[in-house]
């Protein structure tokens, strides 16, 4: 079968069919209000909210598979009271409708003392796996070499956004999904007994999926606003991405063309604000 990647209209979710439907969701962050509260703000938990959503697409789109890629939890290296009072709730909701795949990202120290004991719960390694012939992992660490023979490698951690600034300073930030390619001279140079021609991986030039994040507490980093080594992740702070000709679309379906295109925009430059003459400071 051909493998189709398709994201849901106006959510950070993705539906990935091949043999299996798959939901892909990310950064998830459950606890952060906890994080939150410990800063000075104090609101109300959003899990219950993040949970509806989640049913609404699997009653939608009826997945045999949730694929969780990363950033299940928020607080980091603890684990919260909140985390643990949700995370086994939230997950056993889930895995009553489907197979649930957890990819750990940087925040899930310790996911697997919440994680209930299935075994249609599964959580991978860090540096990812294949499944149904797509590749997968969160992207605060290096891949796994067998994740190259796929012909996608879908990822997330960066939390992806465009930020446009009009001329009288008034900014609009959108969540955005990311699709690139991957620079094999740059993966040579990390992976150096790696042949990608004739070794043991199968190279595909496997395209890659950036996947916004699902909770929009979390913020996120306008790629149009930074360069290689300001993105998060050794394989995008090292350049073995594409940035520049990454193609940039936003949740509603709106393709904004590539990324060094909306760099030039003039909506995309930073202003500085300029002083007004004859105002005394």
Not at 217 to 239: K, Q, R, T, V
């Amino acid at each position: 079968m051909t493998i189709e990647l398709r994201p849901i209209i106006d959510e950070p979710a993705l539906v990935v069919e091949n043999e299996t439907k798959t939901l892909v969701i990310a950064d998830i962050h459950l606890g952060i209000e906890w994080d939150l509260y410990r800063s000075g703000i104090s609101i109300p938990s959003r899990m219950q909210y993040g949970l509806d959503r989640v049913l609404r697409h699997i009653k939608q789109e009826s997945p045999g598979r949730i694929i969780l890629l990363g950033d299940l939890k928020h607080n980091i290296p603890r684990i919260s009271w909140q985390e643990r009072d949700e995370i086994p709730y939230f997950l056993e909701s889930l895995a009553e409708y489907a197979e649930i795949d957890i990819f750990p990202g940087n925040h899930d120290g310790g996911i697997e003392c919440l994680v209930p004991k299935r075994a249609d719960i599964r959580v991978h390694p860090v540096r990812g796996s294949i499944i149904d012939g797509v590749g997968y992992f969160h992207g605060h660490t290096w891949p796994d070499p067998g994740l190259l023979s796929a012909e996608y490698i879908i990822t997330a951690h960066n939390h992806p956004t465009i930020r446009l600034t009009d001329s009288l300073g008034y900014v609009v930030t959108e969540q955005s999904w990311i699709r690139t390619r991957l620079k094999p001279d740059v993966l040579r140079g990390h992976f150096r007994n790696l042949d990608l021609q004739a070794g043991k991986v199968k190279w595909k030039g496997p395209e890659l999926i950036i996947v916004p994040s699902f909770n929009e507490l979390c913020g996120g980093i306008a790629f149009n606003e930074i360069l290689h080594d300001g993105l998060l992740g050794p394989m995008f702070s090292s350049g073995a991405v594409d940035i520049d000709d990454a193609q940039v679309y936003l949740l509603d379906g709106t393709s904004l063309g590539a990324l060094k295109h909306i760099r030039r925009m003039e909506e995309s430059r930073f202003r500085v604000k300029r002083k007004r003459k004859g105002v005394n400071k």
